[in-house]
Structures are given as structure tokens and as C-alpha cells.
């Protein structure tokens, strides 16, 4: 399974972005799909995850009324809808899927998303 993610970028704090992912290859591999994030000196962490199967979605304490993750599963897509972005919000996002099957999980390459004051 192959990952591509789009939509980074340069915003001002307060305001939105959208990242999508797009996945390739045995899809139907795919048990999960997520983003997860790394800022500079710090550990990368689990941002948002939705499951395939029924939907059910987890978020880091810290999005939960700010992020929300959706999925179009006959375009194995999946996308990240960002607002009221925070400085500390800045990081590189990767693209996540947990699979059923080795090698049980993939990533993206990541995209820099930068908030500014």
C-alpha cells in the first residue's frame, strides 16, 4: 500500500487547512487510516484515526474539537479538516494506515504544516 499526502502549507493562527491522503496498491489491506505528526525535538504522535469498518474515529485530546478526520472508502481517500490551527499545531503530518496483513502499517512521505502567529 502507497501513500500520498497533499495540502500543507503557511497559515495564520485561527485559521484552516485540509490534508488528504490518497492510497495505491492492495488497499483492501487497509484495517485503519490516520495522520500523525512530528514538531522538531519531539516524539511523533497520533493525531487522528478513523477505522474502516464502521467508522469509529480517535483523536488526540488536544484536536478533538478543533480536527476531524473523514474517509471516502470507495476512493481510498481520507482526509484531515484542521481549524482554529495553534501555533503548537505546527509539525510535519504523515499519513497512516494501519494494515491487516505485513507489513501491518505504511506511511506517507509527510507535509510541513506551519501555523504563524
Known amino acids: 500500500v502507497q501513500l500520498v499526502e497533499s495540502g500543507g502549507g503557511l497559515v495564520q493562527a485561527g485559521g484552516s487547512l485540509r490534508l488528504s491522503c490518497v492510497a495505491s496498491?492492495?488497499?483492501?489491506?487497509?484495517?485503519?487510516m490516520g495522520w500523525y505528526r512530528q514538531a522538531p525535538g519531539k516524539e511523533r504522535e497520533m493525531v487522528a484515526q478513523?477505522?474502516?469498518?464502521?467508522?469509529?474515529?480517535n483523536y488526540e485530546d488536544s484536536v478533538k474539537e478543533r480536527f476531524t478526520i473523514s474517509r471516502d472508502s470507495d476512493k481510498n481517500t481520507w482526509s484531515l479538516q484542521m481549524t482554529n490551527l495553534e501555533q503548537e499545531d505546527t509539525a510535519m503530518y504523515y499519513c497512516?494506515?494501519?494494515?491487516?496483513?505485513?507489513?501491518?502499517?505504511?506511511w506517507g512521505q509527510g507535509t510541513q504544516v506551519t501555523i504563524s502567529s
Open positions: 497512516h494506515a494501519q494494515l491487516n496483513y505485513s507489513p501491518f502499517q505504511t
Open positions: 478513523i477505522i474502516m469498518r464502521g467508522g469509529i474515529t
Open positions: 496498491g492492495d488497499t483492501w489491506m487497509i484495517y485503519s
